[in-house]
Structure formats: structure tokens, C-alpha cells
């Protein structure tokens, strides 16, 4: 059919090409004689590939026929193989006895060690050690001798480094959250220090960093000290507890914490005692003055002067010396009433400011008192930070207000003594003036 298509498809193209009917027909013979011999071509290809494809399969038996030979000689092989296996594991854990039990002993002292490696302050400075430790504690062959020694070595390592000094170099993370190099003084496994300053061991990253807070000013002095240049003896705080206590230290809160504490009530306690030792410091000085100018005045009775109390007394006497004693005496009394008031101005007010601040500690304490009591109403008692400002409130209130009572009543007590003994001097030299004119 396809090549009666093919000559009816020449016989077309023919007709359209061919300037004759005898060149169209030698065309249809030529096309013809090569189909035919195409077609013969392929008749012998198909047979060749038929017989090539007889052989690749001969082949494809013979081959497997091998591999089911080799499968089952490595078959033979493998279950001879586990026999001898498990006879070999059966004489090696008779040959092992004790030894066996001995290495379980250093497997589990292995991981003992892991636990106090991590939370050691030295292993920032032997970093490697951890690594074999954790290696000895999760294998599961027998160690041999050199491991052994490395694990008496690092333990016998452990003990030494506990009780030295040692500086060495090595990261620190600052408070911003960068790192930099510094050189570190580690005091056993209780303290590291660098620059003066304490550093706290984190034992999830095996790193140093310093402390967003550090202890008090007395502790920086000695940590100053300890990692300056000198040889001499010189005290230094160590932490047993590995970092709880040197924890402790840096939440303790100052001087200006304590009154932050107290809240709004603290403020006005503390501003109105600085106000009340103000006056009392500016009274102290202005009696001190009065009192200098009266001591000269006594020794100069006669020339009286006007910047003191006993001369302006004195001046009053002078001025009605020619008037009876009776009208004297009245003219003095009355001199002397307006002296008193200037002397003892403020007195009464620095007395008032001592009795109101223990008053106003009273307050800040029960309005802690409320805030706490308010606080379990709301959240219970099972968190006590949660109770902690208003415990606080009440309590720093109550300290600063007594603080601030008691020197100022020692100041109004001073200050009333001092202004008595202006008075009295005064009246006693105003009545010996007139004992002098009788």
C-alpha cells in the first residue's frame, strides 16, 4: 500500500516536473528498484538483530545462573560468619570478667565528671577536656590505657586548678553583647576577674561575661587590688557557691534604690528633712554670730552698739536712764520680748518637721500595707516578688522617716539650747545693768 501511495505520489510530482511521459516512466522504475532494495536491507537487519538478541540472552542466563551461585555461597558465608561471631563476643566476655565492670565504673565516673566539668569555672580556661569527658561517658568500646591516663590526668587537673591562681586570655562578653578578648585572672573555680571588675561563668556556653551589675564599691576595691601589678597581700571575694552569691551581691540594691523604694511619701520625707537641717544649719550659724557679738558686747558694756541683741537692750536702758526704775525696768522687759521671738525664730518649725516625718513614714506604711494587701486580693500568695514593692513601701517609708526625725530633733534640741543660753545671757547682763544703777 505504501508503495502504491509512493508511485501514485511520483506518478503527481511527475506529472507536474517531467516534460515527458518516457521520462515520468523511467522515474517510476528507478523509484521502484530502490524501494525494493531498501526493503531487502531491512529484511537482513531484522535478522542479524534477531540473532544478536539469542546471544545477549544466553549470556543473561549464564550470568544469573552465576549470581544465584554467588548469592548463596555469600549466604553460606554470612551464617558462618555470625556463628563464629557470636562465639568470639561469648569467649571475649569470659576473657573480660571484671574488666568489664571496671570499664562500666569509668563510663559512669566519665559522666559524673561531664556534669562537674560544665559547671566549672576552669573548663573556660581547658575548653578541650569537656569534649573527651562527653566522648568517655557515650562510647561503647572498652578504653584503652591511654585513656585511662588522659581521665586520671584531667581529673587529677580538676583538683590542682581548684586551688590556684591563674591568668590567662581568653573571650568575654561585654554588656552590649559583643565580644572582645581580655586578659583574665580565675581564682580556683570560685571567682574570675578582669579589669577590676567581677565576671559571671555561664556554663550552657562555656563562656565569661561581664556583669550587667557588679557588687558593691568595697568588693571592686579588692577586685581592683587583687589584679593589680603588687606582690603584696591583699583580700578578695570568692563565690563557693559558683555564682549565686556574687548573683546575690549585684541585686542588693543602694543607697538611692532604697529611697526609690519608698515612693512619692519618701520624696516628701527626705525633702522636708533637708529643708528642716537647712534651717537648723542656718539658725546654727546666725546664733553663732549672735553670740560672738554678745561676748564682745559684755566686755564693752558701756559703748553699746546696735548689730546684738545686749546692745539694743542696752540702748533702751540708755535712752530712759533718766526715767524712774520702775518705767526702766518695763522699758528693759519690753526690749528683751522683742529680742526673744528673733532669737528663737524657726525653732518651732524644725520641731514640726521632726514630729511630721515618722507621721509621714506612718502614712507610706500603710499605703504599702494597702498596695500589698491589694496585690494578694489579686494574684494570691503564691509569688512573694509580686508582694514586694508594697512590703517595700512600707518599709523604706518607716526608715527614711525616723532617719530624718532624729537628727532633726537633735538639731532643734541644739538650737533651743543655744538660743536659751543667748537669752539667759542677755536678761542676766539687762538686770545687772540696773543692779548697777541701784
Do not use: C
Not at 565580644?179 to 555561664?202: C, H, P
Not at 597581700?233 to 551581691?249: A, E
Not at 498596695?371 to 518607716?398: H, Y
Amino acid at each position: 500500500m505504501r508503495i502504491v501511495l509512493a508511485i501514485v505520489g511520483l506518478l503527481i510530482f511527475s506529472t507536474a516536473q517531467a516534460d515527458s511521459f518516457d521520462e515520468l516512466l523511467n522515474s517510476i522504475k528507478q523509484q521502484t528498484r530502490q524501494e525494493l532494495v531498501e526493503s531487502q536491507q531491512r529484511v537482513k537487519r531484522f535478522k542479524q538483530e534477531k540473532q544478536n538478541q539469542a546471544v545477549l540472552l544466553a549470556e543473561a542466563k549464564s550470568r544469573l545462573n552465576t549470581l544465584v551461585a554467588e548469592n548463596q555461597r555469600l549466604l553460606t558465608e554470612l551464617d558462618s560468619n555470625e556463628l563464629l561471631l557470636s562465639q568470639k563476643e561469648e569467649a571475649l566476655q569470659r576473657k573480660i570478667g571484671d574488666l568489664g565492670e571496671m570499664f562500666g565504673a569509668v563510663r559512669q565516673v566519665a559522666g559524673e565528671l561531664k556534669a562537674e566539668f560544665d559547671n566549672s569555672l576552669n573548663s573556660v580556661q581547658y575548653p578541650d577536656r569537656s569534649q573527651f569527658i562527653d566522648s568517655l561517658a557515650q562510647s561503647k568500646e572498652l578504653p584503652d590505657v591511654k585513656t585511662l591516663e588522659q581521665l586520671w590526668y584531667v581529673m587529677l587537673q580538676e583538683m590542682g586548678e581548684t586551688g590556684k591562681t591563674r591568668s590567662f586570655n581568653t573571650d568575654v562578653t561585654q554588656r552590649d553583647g559583643t565580644t572582645a578578648a581580655k586578659d583574665v585572672v580565675r581564682i580556683g573555680s570560685y571567682a574570675a576577674l578582669s579589669g577590676g571588675e567581677y565576671l559571671q561563668y555561664s556554663a550552657e556556653t562555656n563562656t565569661l561575661s561581664n556583669l550587667q551589675r557588679q557588687p558593691g564599691s568595697h568588693f571592686l576595691e579588692m577586685a581592683e587590688a587583687f589584679t593589680g601589678n603588687g606582690d603584696d597581700l591583699v583580700k578578695i571575694m570568692i563565690d563557693p557557691t559558683r555564682g549565686q552569691l556574687l548573683s546575690m551581691l549585684t541585686r542588693k540594691p543602694n543607697l538611692w534604690e532604697r529611697i526609690q523604694q519608698g515612693g512619692i511619701i519618701g520624696y516628701i520625707i527626705l525633702s522636708l528633712g533637708a529643708i528642716g537641717l537647712l534651717i537648723a544649719l542656718m539658725r546654727y550659724i546666725y546664733l553663732s554670730l549672735v553670740s560672738s557679738k554678745i561676748s564682745a558686747q559684755t566686755k564693752k558694756l558701756a559703748e553699746p552698739v546696735a548689730n546684738n541683741p545686749l546692745g539694743r537692750v542696752a540702748l533702751v536702758y540708755r535712752e530712759n536712764k533718766a526715767k524712774p526704775l520702775q518705767e526702766r525696768e518695763i522699758a528693759l522687759e519690753e526690749a528683751m520680748l522683742k529680742e526673744v521671738p528673733v532669737i528663737e525664730r524657726y525653732n518651732g518649725l524644725i520641731k514640726l518637721l521632726a514630729a511630721v516625718a515618722p507621721l509621714l513614714g506612718l502614712l507610706g506604711t500603710v499605703i504599702g500595707m494597702i498596695i500589698t494587701f491589694q496585690t494578694i486580693t489579686l494574684f494570691g500568695t503564691s509569688d512573694p516578688k509580686l508582694m514586694a514593692g508594697g512590703i517595700s513601701t512600707a518599709l523604706v517609708t518607716t526608715v527614711l522617716g525616723l532617719s530624718v526625725a532624729i537628727p532633726l530633733l537633735f538639731a532643734y534640741t541644739f538650737i533651743t539650747s543655744k538660743s536659751k543660753q543667748i537669752i539667759d545671757v542677755v536678761e542676766h547682763q539687762s538686770v545687772g545693768l540696773i543692779a548697777r544703777e541701784a
